[in-house]
């Protein structure tokens, strides 16, 4: 299982029991989005190559608020 924590920097992630950060920068390049329009499906399949997306997507920006 894969969490995520998300701030206004970027996500705290754990991922198969290894604990890294992601800057918004890096996931802006990656998305070529700006970070808070980003959804948490979205740095999920940065993460992960197939991940199990379960519910809605939210925008950075609405998990933040």
């Given at each position: 299982?894969?969490?995520?924590?998300?701030?206004?920097?970027?996500?705290?992630?754990?991922?198969?029991?290894?604990?890294?950060?992601?800057?918004?920068?890096?996931?802006?390049e990656?998305?070529?989005?700006?970070?808070?329009?980003?959804?948490?499906?979205?740095?999920?399949?940065?993460?992960?190559?197939?991940?199990?997306?379960?519910?809605?997507?939210?925008?950075?920006?609405?998990?933040?608020?």
């Amino acid at each position: 299982m894969t969490v995520l924590s998300f701030d206004q920097e970027g996500v705290d992630v754990v991922y198969e029991g290894t604990e890294f950060r992601m800057e918004k920068e890096l996931i802006e390049e990656a998305t070529r989005k700006s970070y808070p329009d980003v959804t948490d499906h979205e740095v999920l399949q940065l993460i992960e190559e197939s991940p199990s997306l379960s519910g809605e997507p939210q925008r950075i920006v609405e998990i933040l608020d």
